[in-house]
């Protein structure tokens, strides 16, 4: 699906918020949800394009760890990870984000996969409850 670009937002729109429900937080999802009790809707994903694939490989952290938390702090961490045994299309993009909040924190790691002409980023946005 895809959004204009009045739904982006920076991660730090979530600060200050409370957490009501965390969606997809799952290994190998392809997106994660996370809605606020004053109805707005966070969502990592990735506008598919073509022949392109990003995924959360790894997380640690739960859904315990979020709920009912307030969030005090949410980031996009650089990094690189390097993993000889896995085997990768021609190009991959590492993405790293993480999120503190008074009950826990949470880290997410996703990978990007393409042929090196498509995107492999992270897309993050803001819907609320009214659409």
């Not at 204009?4 to 729109?13: A, E, N, Q, T």
Request: hydrophobic share 35%; net charge negative; aromatic share 12%.
């Amino acid at each position: 699906m895809y959004y204009p670009s009045k739904y982006r937002v920076g991660l730090d729109d979530m600060v200050g918020k409370t957490i009501k429900e965390v969606v997809g937080l799952v290994k190998y999802s392809d997106e994660v949800i996370i809605t606020t009790t004053c109805g707005d809707i966070y969502k990592f994903f990735h506008m598919q394009d073509c022949c392109e694939q990003v995924n959360l490989e790894d997380f640690e952290g739960g859904v315990e760890d979020l709920v009912g938390g307030v969030i005090l702090s949410a980031l996009e961490v650089e990094g690189v990870c390097e993993e000889p045994d896995m085997t990768f299309e021609e190009s991959h993009t590492w993405t790293f984000y993480k999120i503190e909040t008074t009950k826990g924190g949470l880290w997410m790691r996703w990978l990007g996969e393409s042929n090196g002409y498509y995107s492999e980023g992270v897309d993050f946005i803001k819907l609320t409850m009214e659409g």
